[in-house]
């Protein structure tokens, strides 16, 4: 009966996963930055869920698979979080120039207990807009139909800024 509630139920699906982020030291060659940002979707509960991701190839021929996300920033004005960076839901796993081929498809697969996917690695930092100290999180989306339903880590602070100016960056990887 767990099985069959879990298959219908995406709330109830998406209570099993947790969301969690971590840098990687390093630039992508945008002065001033000295590390780039990924989130990673867990399953933390003991059924499987079925989650929609990108199997892609890159321009580099490799393999992957992320999930769909996007940033948040803390507005203190509203005491609420807002939409800050994302990829529009509906260029989800598009080709694009130095990324993904035109190779790529969205599937659902299975998330097993313990394990996790990642999202691609962001320089968020880089976009135009952001000032020291302010606070960020990822929002992951697990089931692309369903866009309300999302997953969202703990927040992290911006602690460095490009040093030159934002424009014509490219934050993505």
């Known amino acids: 009966m767990t099985g069959l509630l879990l298959s219908f139920n995406a709330k109830l699906r998406a209570s099993l996963l947790?969301?969690?982020?971590?840098?990687?030291?390093?630039?992508?060659?945008?002065p001033g930055l000295t590390k780039t940002y990924e989130?990673?979707?867990?399953?933390?509960?003991?059924?499987?869920?079925?989650?929609?991701?990108?199997?892609?190839?890159?321009?580099?021929?490799?393999?992957?698979?992320n999930v769909a996300h996007?940033?948040?920033?803390w507005d203190q004005?509203?005491?609420?979080?807002?939409?800050?960076?994302?990829?529009?839901?509906?260029?989800?796993?598009?080709?694009?120039?130095?990324?993904?081929?035109?190779?790529?498809?969205?599937?659902?697969?299975?998330?097993?207990p313990r394990q996790s996917i990642s999202t691609d690695f962001v320089a968020i930092q880089a976009n135009g807009?952001?000032?020291?100290?302010?606070?960020?999180?990822?929002r992951i989306t697990p089931f692309l139909d369903r866009s309300d339903i999302a997953v969202v880590t703990p927040?992290?602070?911006?602690?460095?800024?490009?040093?030159e100016p934002a424009s014509d960056l490219r934050i993505r990887h």
């Open 155 to 163: 927040p992290f602070t911006v602690d460095e800024l490009p040093s």
């Open 77 to 112: 004005n509203t005491s609420r979080w807002v939409f800050f960076w994302g990829i529009p839901r509906q260029d989800f796993c598009k080709p694009y120039p130095l990324g993904i081929t035109s190779d790529s498809k969205i599937q659902t697969v299975w998330l097993w």
């Open 39 to 65: 989130a990673a979707l867990t399953n933390r509960g003991m059924l499987p869920v079925r989650v929609t991701v990108c199997d892609f190839v890159t321009d580099a021929l490799e393999h992957g698979k």
């Open 18 to 30: 947790v969301a969690s982020w971590k840098t990687t030291p390093g630039g992508i060659g945008i």
């Open 129 to 138: 807009g952001l000032q020291l100290n302010d606070r960020l999180r990822f």
């Open 70 to 73: 996007s940033v948040e920033r």
